[in-house]
């Protein structure tokens, strides 16, 4: 199983930006799919998270500007960030609990992508 983060850039304050995370490899299911990221210099901190059932969780510093959800694509998660602060700034990680087997039983494991930098400057 691998994850594919992409959509980082640059952009100015107030901007919006979208990262895409693509799930590919033996799926059977997918638990959840969270964005996390890491600001220099500080620990890896949880963005949004995107549970099976469709139930949403967002850090308290992005509530209100970014939106986890699926799209039409299979096995991928949009992470939409809306009015961009330089505080925002940080290299955006996808993570996915994934059921790799149903073989003698379900079995999941957790996953990570390469991060995607998102720069937010004037």
């Known amino acids: 199983v691998q994850l594919q983060a992409s959509g980082g850039g640059s952009v100015q304050p107030g901007e919006s930006r979208r990262l895409s995370c693509v799930a590919s490899?033996?799926?059977?299911?997918?638990?959840?799919m969270t964005w996390f990221r890491q600001i220099h210099g500080q620990e890896r901190e949880l963005v949004a998270t995107?549970?099976?059932?469709?139930?949403?969780n967002y850090a308290d510093s992005v509530a209100g500007r970014f939106t986890i959800a699926t799209g039409n694509a299979e096995n991928t998660v949009y992470l939409q960030m809306n009015n961009l602060r330089p505080e925002d700034t940080a290299i955006y990680y996808c993570?996915?609990?994934?059921?790799?087997?149903?073989?003698?039983?379900?079995?999941?494991?957790?996953?990570w992508g390469k991060g995607t930098l998102v720069t937010v400057s004037s």
């Open positions: 993570h996915a609990n994934i059921v790799y087997t149903l073989r003698p039983r379900a079995k999941s494991a957790e996953y």
């Open positions: 490899g033996s799926i059977f299911a997918i638990n959840n």
């Open positions: 995107l549970a099976n059932g469709g139930s949403k």
